[in-house]
């Protein structure tokens, strides 16, 4: 599973030499990632190499909202108390 933004290369290798298609069979190979094919075939000789790269397709983050900041009291501080009721 390919799941970071990078490039990438896919290795396919065939020990004897002909591929997976078509001399004894008809064999291939498929590479799939975010929805694309990213490599595919089957013909070839002792191996064959895709490169591809994988990008970011997460959501962006958005930053909290921020709100005003609340303004100081208008109104003047009361006197002291005083002995009168």
Known sequence: LLCAPGTYEFVITDAYGDGICCGFGNG???????GETKASG???LSSETTQFALIDVTSPTTAQPTYKPTQAPTNKPTLAPTDKP
Do not use: C, I, K
């Open 28 to 34: 291939s190979y498929q590479v799939e990632a975010q």
């Open 42 to 44: 089957g013909q070839f």
